[in-house]
């Protein structure tokens, strides 16, 4: 039996997919239900996940589907409320939109990138150092004159950044980061993980963007900046 709030929470989905083709972020499905925050909103979409409604999709953007409804959802039986008066309110203005700054990959001029391997946005992995092929990236997306590599990503702590488990990143290689840069962060010279920088005097931050996993607080000395992420590549 679901609970009233995961009821909400697949109501608000469905009526999103219904509207849109896509299901609603997760700040849109905290915002519907009137949470505080989305660590509230990724506990509910674990439990209809466990109980078989929805479905996690791999590679993909905004990556839920519902497999099936429950009695109280079905046409047939679903009232216009809940017996709690609630009904899901769509957030006006948050109709799926094109990324800011997306393009067509026609639209620019190729460059090849190495693909160095794969980069964790989750547990870090042992350090990249091969290449493993080539892979064609915008060359808008390249600054300047400085060396650039790609990176595929595993893993989903960074998916609430819109970076999700299969995305190929594109890296801009250097030794420094801005606080809030996503950066890829090489750990006691040999984990490479892929989170966001934050410098606390001699600490170093490494902050994921899924509530799921914790912020790793490390000495300066211990980690070492290896590039900073300039674009994105997703297939569907």
Same mark, same amino acid.
Request: no cysteine.
């Given at each position: 039996m679901l609970t009233k709030k995961q009821i909400q929470l697949l109501e608000f989905i469905q +009526?999103?997919?219904?509207r849109d083709g896509v299901p609603p972020s997760f700040e849109e499905m905290k915002d519907a239900l009137d949470l505080?925050? +989305?660590s509230g909103i990724h506990r509910l979409?674990?439990?209809l996940e466990e109980r078989g409604f929805i479905r996690r999709l791999p590679h993909r953007a905004r990556a839920l589907e519902i497999v099936r409804l429950p009695d109280a959802l079905l046409p047939r039986n679903m009232p216009a409320t809940q017996p709690d008066g609630f009904s899901p309110r769509v957030v006006p203005g948050s109709r799926a939109s094109r990324p800011r700054g997306a393009m067509s990959v026609v639209d620019s001029p190729a460059v090849d990138l190495p693909l160095m391997g794969r980069i964790a946005a989750g547990v870090p992995i042992e350090a990249i150092s091969e290449v493993s092929h080539h892979v064609a990236v915008p060359g808008t997306m390249l600054t300047g004159r400085e060396h650039h590599y790609a990176l595929e990503v595993t893993g989903d702590s960074m998916i609430d950044a819109g970076?999700?488990?299969?995305d190929i990143v594109v890296i801009r290689e250097q030794d420094t980061a801005e606080n809030g840069d996503i950066v890829v962060a090489l750990v006691d010279g040999q984990?490479?993980?892929l989170k966001?920088?934050?410098r606390k005097g001699s600490m170093i931050a490494l902050e994921a963007a899924n509530p799921a996993y914790e912020t790793r607080v490390l000495p300066q000395d211990r980690v070492r900046i290896q590039g900073r992420l300039v674009g994105l590549i997703r297939s569907y």
């Open positions: +009526k999103r997919m219904d505080r925050s +989305k979409v674990t439990a970076i999700n488990d299969g984990e490479a993980t966001r920088y934050r």
